[in-house]
């Protein structure tokens, strides 16, 4: 019997182990992305952690998601952008992509808004953009924003 138990206490130790969990939760200041077109970089203006547009039109960053843990980690909830916008002509939209390891997309936060990009409340003092993702374990996300002229990227937290 006690080796059926041991036997038992290694393998629920080795499941546990494999099982797919969440990930850590993460934040990284909007500067720690990228200029989704490397030729635009001279467009953002950087402020300590914050990254801004200061060209006339809407330029877009992009923010890869780094999922903690093993390839059985899942990222199940909610990522928010903090961004600031005078008014809406100076708006910033945001999407969150998951893609499978063929880098193919398994869902787009735009499936769940009729494929409108999340947009920013209201406009004046910074303002959460959130968006719901699902993010099979060993998959990739990705962050995507349109900011307008002026407006600011703040923060990013899954």
């Not at 990228?34 to 992009?62: F, H, L, R």
């Amino acid at each position: 019997m006690s080796k059926l138990v041991a036997c038992a206490s290694v393998l629920a130790v080795v499941l546990g182990a494999v099982a797919p969990r969440e990930v850590e939760a993460r934040s990284l200041g909007a500067r720690g992305g990228a200029p989704a077109v490397p030729s635009e970089a001279t467009c953002w203006s950087p402020s300590t952690a914050q990254i801004s547009n200061t060209c006339s039109d809407a330029k877009a960053w992009t923010v890869v998601l780094v999922l903690d843990g093993t390839a059985f980690s899942a990222l199940d909830g909610t990522v928010t952008v903090r961004a600031r916008a005078a008014d809406a002509a100076h708006n910033v939209q945001c999407r969150v992509q998951a893609t499978d390891r063929g880098n193919n997309i398994v869902w787009d936060s735009t499936w769940r808004t009729g494929g409108a990009w999340a947009s920013l409340p209201w406009f004046g003092p910074a303002a959460d953009i959130a968006m719901e993702v699902p993010v099979p374990a060993g998959e990739a996300a990705v962050l995507d924003c349109y900011v307008q002229q002026n407006s600011t990227l703040m923060t990013v937290n899954w």
